[in-house]
C-alpha cells in the first residue's frame, strides 16, 4: 500500500478533481483505492455523490476516539472507498496542535491502513492551505502527487512545495518525502500560456512531470454534480481519456519507481 497526498497549498488547481478522477481510474484498472477527504469544505465527498454526515470523517480518528477502519464508507464506483470529511474536521486542527505528536497524528492514524493490505493506494484530497492537516498528509505520505494548473505563477507555486517538503523532511516527521509526480491541469490547448508553462514546469521538473496533461474541460467541472466520476459521466470524453491515461501512467512509474532518483 502506497499512501499519496495529493496537495498544492493553492487552492482550485484540481487537487480533488485528480484524487476523485484518478482514484475512479485506477480502480478502473483493477487497483483497489481510498481516498481520504481531508479538505472540511467536503469537495471529494460531495463529488461521490455523498453528503456531509455528522461525525463521519477523520475527525474522531485523528483524536484517538475510533479506528479509521469504522470510518471507511464504500462509494457506489467499485473498488473505491472513502473517508468524508465533515465540518468538525475544520476544528480538528486546533485540537491536533495541543498533542504532543501533532505533526504524526495522521500518520498513526493511518498505521492500521499499513498494517493490512486492503487498498493498494490510499489518496489524501488535501485542503488547500499550509495548515497542520496539510503538513500531517506530507508527514504521512510515501510521496506527493501535485496538481498545476497551467497559468502564470506555476513555477513560484513549485517552488514553495518543494521548500515545504524540505521542511517535512528536516524536521524529521517523514525522512522519505518526495515529489512522486507533477501534473499540469487545465490545460487549454487554444492558448500559447499553457504550452508555455509546460514547458517552463518540465524544464525545471523534468521527469518528475506526468507525460499526460489534463485538458480543461467543462465535463470535468460538471461531474461532481451529478456525483460521477468523469469516467462515468463523460466516458470517451478528452477529461475521462486524459485521466484514464494519468492512471496508466502513474501505475507504470510505480512499477519502477526505483528507478527514479529523489528530488
Ligand atoms: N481540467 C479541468 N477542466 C475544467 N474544470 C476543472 C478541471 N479541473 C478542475 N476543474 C474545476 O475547477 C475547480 C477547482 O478544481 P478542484 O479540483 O476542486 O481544485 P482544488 O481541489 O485544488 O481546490 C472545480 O470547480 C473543478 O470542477
Ligand atoms: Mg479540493
Redesign the pocket.
Known amino acids: 500500500m502506497k499512501i499519496i497526498a495529493v496537495a498544492?497549498q493553492?487552492?482550485?488547481?484540481?487537487?480533488?478533481?485528480?484524487?476523485v478522477n484518478l482514484g475512479c481510474a485506477l480502480a478502473e484498472a483493477g487497483l483497489r483505492i481510498l481516498i481520504i477527504d481531508l479538505?472540511p469544505q467536503g469537495?471529494a465527498t460531495s463529488s461521490f455523490g455523498l453528503q456531509e454526515l455528522e461525525g463521519e470523517s477523520l475527525y474522531d480518528p485523528l483524536l484517538g476516539g475510533v479506528s479509521i477502519t469504522e470510518k471507511i464508507l464504500p462509494t457506489r464506483v467499485d473498488r473505491v472507498f472513502i473517508v468524508p470529511a465533515d465540518l468538525d474536521l475544520a476544528g480538528v486542527e486546533v485540537e491536533i496542535a495541543r498533542m504532543e505528536n501533532h505533526l504524526t497524528r495522521l500518520a498513526d492514524t493511518l498505521a492500521p491502513l499499513r498494517a493490512d493490505d486492503t487498498f493498494d493506494f490510499v489518496l489524501l484530497?488535501c485542503p488547500?492551505s499550509l495548515g497542520i492537516l496539510m503538513t500531517n498528509a506530507l508527514a504521512a505520505a510515501d510521496e506527493l502527487l501535485t496538481?498545476i494548473q497551467c497559468e502564470y505563477f506555476a513555477l513560484e507555486g513549485l517552488v514553495k512545495i518543494v521548500r515545504i517538503i524540505e521542511q517535512v523532511r528536516d524536521s524529521g516527521a517523514n525522512d522519505r518525502l518526495e515529489i512522486g509526480g507533477i501534473v499540469m491541469?487545465?490545460?487549454d490547448s487554444r492558448t500559447n500560456l499553457s504550452t508555455q508553462v509546460v514547458a517552463d514546469v518540465r524544464e525545471h521538473f523534468g521527469a518528475r512531470v506526468y507525460d499526460t496533461v489534463?485538458?480543461?474541460?467543462?465535463?470535468?467541472?460538471?461531474?461532481?454534480s451529478f456525483g460521477k466520476s468523469i469516467l462515468e459521466y463523460d466516458s470517451n470524453g478528452t477529461?475521462a481519456r486524459?485521466y484514464r491515461a494519468l492512471a496508466k501512467e502513474f501505475v507504470q512509474r510505480h512499477e519502477s519507481r526505483d528507478s527514479t532518483p529523489p528530488l
Open positions: 498544492n493553492k487552492g482550485g488547481v484540481g487537487k480533488t478533481t485528480t484524487s479538505d469537495n484530497d488547500p496538481p491541469t487545465m490545460f489534463i485538458p480543461r474541460t467543462v465535463r470535468l467541472s460538471e461531474a461532481p477529461g486524459a
